[in-house]
Structure formats: structure tokens, C-alpha cells
């Protein structure tokens, strides 16, 4: 998605070998304008696939997630983290180990919210590990529900998250596909192919 | 805003004396369709206040005020809660304690998002203690900024943040305002005023 990389040549800015900071239009400040391009795209992505509900992870996600969910005009499911959780029957759980801070989540959604008939869309804004989709995929094979994809706003190719999805047959849509970071500048994939 | 009361009726579960649930479609799933309508509503309200930034708190103040972001087309800025916050120079913080988990949280906003020139309208889910809206307030004065008012999606009159609000002449602006909660049922001020 042009509009996207553009953005992140822009204003994002690289730190060490390999972290994007994108704080100034996507998780901390947030462009709804690009939101909404972004929303759109997934659902240009995935429109054939009857989708009935979209599922993200607070709290980087829900911004492109309900703009995602406004195009199809199905509900958000939001997980909520916890450091601990008193496991409860009413909630689906999940755990998440976070490579950049070193710890571990429960991500976690009620039950009520998710069930068998339930085609899926995970969105989130970044895919590097693939620890945060993963603990969604968990979280929809407990519901007995499908994962359609996963729509990702930023993707690292060059962590594991990518091979992990297509070794499980997910099919993953990312609008900026980063193969590496040179001398502090973004090399995105599609350059690299060229 | 009939549109949410009537959702409020038909979704809202009461719990105890003054505990309103709504995660059917506003706190964990949500309806974009109903956080788009939410936007418009806030935007219809200070349109003429020449607001340049959405301000809310993570995670649940997101989705209303990303909708309220995509009608004014100026960013969001969320503010992140933290458990402790290292002091930094780069970031705005306030102390916000939550009368329901009896805890106290920093919330942090990064001093580049933030400054003098900008008029902040914000947005959370609901208005009971106000104490995240007060937190809020305190980071924008930090800045230098003005405090345009602040939409709130569900508000319970009956607790003590309007009154803060009103007494500081901050505009609030409530899209549904709850009196009373009797026999499980929630009284709307409206209807109570009539």
C-alpha cells in the first residue's frame, strides 16, 4: 500500500537493528484518515470471505481493527491483556510472550463473544513473532470458530511471525512488508524484489 | 442520542447499584456502525470550536474517539496507562485513580504530540468520578494547550464528575445521561427531567 510505506518513510523512524517507531500515526498518535485507507484495503482484501467478526489485541490494534470493522460492518472483538488472570469459565485465554519487553500475557476474550459459526479476521498493526496472532488463532480454535486471515498493518518479514502463519495455511495480507532496516532506512520488500 | 439509549436498553446489563456493563458493543465487543454514529454526534456538537486534537485514554476511550477523529479529520492521541512510569523528560503525565479497582495508574502522553497551539477536545466511554477526564486535563494544561470539552459516550449523573466539570467550566457534552439505575433498570435523565 503505497500510501502507507510513503508514510512510514516519512515519519517513522528506525531504532537499532530492528524497531520501527511509528508512534506519530499509528499507536500512540493516530491519522484516521490513513485508518480508514487502511480499513478499506482489508476489506478490498477479504470481502469474498463472508468475514462475521474481526478480532485484535489491545491496544495497538483497535484503531486499524474498528476501521477494518467499519468497512465490513461487523462487530470488534477487542483481547484484553493481563499480567495475571484468575482463569474464569467465561473467557477464552490465551498466553502471549512479548519478545521486546521480555514478559508474558494473558490475552483474553469472553466467551459470548465468539462461537462456532464465527468466520475471523485477526487485525493487527504490527507482525514480527507472531506471538499476538498466535494467542488469536488459540483463542478462535477454542471457540470452534475459523480463522479467515490476518490482516496486518506492518509486517516484518524478516522475524519469524510470516513463516510461522504459512506453514499453518493462514493466509496473511500486510500493507507494508519491511525486509530490513539499512544504515536507519526502511527496505521494504517489494524494493527488494525489484 | 436515542440511537444509544435504545442500545443501552437492549444490550446495557446493570450490575449492583451503579455498575452499568456494555461490553456487548462498546468495551470489549464493539459496533462500529454505532461508534461511527457516536463520531458524528460529537462532531455535530463542537464543530464550530476549531478542534486540532482527539485526546482519550487506552483502551476503552479508543474506538469512540477514533470515530470522532475520522469526522474532524485531526489526529488521535492516546494516552498510555502504565502500573509505574519511570519519569521521562519526552512525556506529559498525570496520576488516575479508579474508584472501581481501587488502584492508581500514570497516565503518559509524548511531549511531541501535544502543544501550545492545540485545541483538544476529549473523548472517553464513560463520565462517573472523572478522574481519567481530570487526567487528562491536567496533561493538556501541562501543554499549554485548552481544553475545547469533553464527549462522553455514557455518563451516570449521579456520580461526581459532572459536578467537577461543571465547576471548572469545562463543556461536557453526554450522549446519554443515566440518573438512576432502579430494579435493574437504568432511568435516563431525560426521562427523568420530564
Redesign the interface.
Known sequence: MKLLEDRIRKDGVVLGADVLKV???LN??????L??AVGKEFYNQFKDSKITKILTV??SG??PA??T??S???????A?KHKSLTLKDDMFTATVYSFTKQTSNTIA??KK?LSADDKVLIIDDFLANGQAVQGLTDIIKQAGAETVGAGIVIEKTFQKGRKMFDDQGVRVVSLARIAAFEDGQVVFADEQDA
Chains 1, 2 share one sequence.
Open positions: 508512534d506519530n500515526f500512540h498518535q493516530v491519522d484516521p484518515d485508518m480508514l489491545e491496544s483497535i484503531a474498528l476501521a470493522a467499519m465490513f460492518h461487523v462487530p470488534l472483538v477487542f484484553r476474550i469472553a463473544f
